[in-house]
């Protein structure tokens, strides 16, 4: 392995330690926590070594950002696939609502705190555009003449409603699942 290599590997190590303390700090604390003097302590280097790799906390919270994407694709894909033709609008709602619940920190970052990623345009990263479209391709069979991207925006856009009014107290816990269903029935006409 030449020392080119050996550099790189351990640079895409240090970056990926960043962005693991940065989730599972504010998993456990709050994004409050997490500020780059903290995560320095976690990780056992100097904050500039964190400068080194991202230029400020914005940084690093786009990036748990985008892998927080790439989970829940991975989540939404999971539960597209293995539902029947006529559950996978429920079963991809459900899983939705799942990760907001499961992964509050995580969610938040991806859907509510300020982040520089640019979403809903052809720059967007990948993993954006994965979770994205695992919502499209659950909606597809039901688009008939509807913009199927307007669809798919539409019904995301409920179920972020219904999430964060449910996580932050606005609408009572125990009717969740049954506006998740009025949701997904409404959209299964």
Request: glycine letters at 4%; a negative charge; proline letters at 4%.
């Amino acid at each position: 392995m030449s020392i080119q290599s050996r550099r790189e590997r351990e640079r895409a190590e240090r970056e990926r330690l960043i962005v693991t303390a940065a989730r599972e700090l504010a998993e456990s604390e709050g994004w409050d926590a997490v500020t780059t003097r903290r995560l320095a302590e976690e990780i056992e280097y100097s904050q500039p070594v964190l400068y080194s790799h991202f230029k400020d906390k914005g940084a690093i919270m786009a990036a748990v950002a985008v892998e927080g994407c790439a989970d829940l694709a991975a989540e939404l894909h999971a539960a597209r696939t293995a539902a029947g033709p006529q559950q996978v609008l429920a079963a991809v709602g459900a899983a939705y609502a799942a990760f907001a619940e499961q992964r509050p920190a995580l969610y938040d970052v991806i859907f509510t705190h300020a982040v520089d990623l640019p979403f809903a345009t052809p720059q967007a990263p990948a993993a954006l555009q994965a979770a994205f479209g695992e919502l499209r391709e659950s909606l597809r069979p039901l688009a008939k003449d509807d913009n199927l991207d307007v669809l798919t925006e539409t019904f995301w856009s409920g179920l972020h409603g219904l999430v964060t009014l449910m996580r932050n107290g606005r609408l009572r816990r125990e009717d969740h699942e049954r506006r998740l269903a009025l949701l997904i029935a409404r959209f299964s006409r």
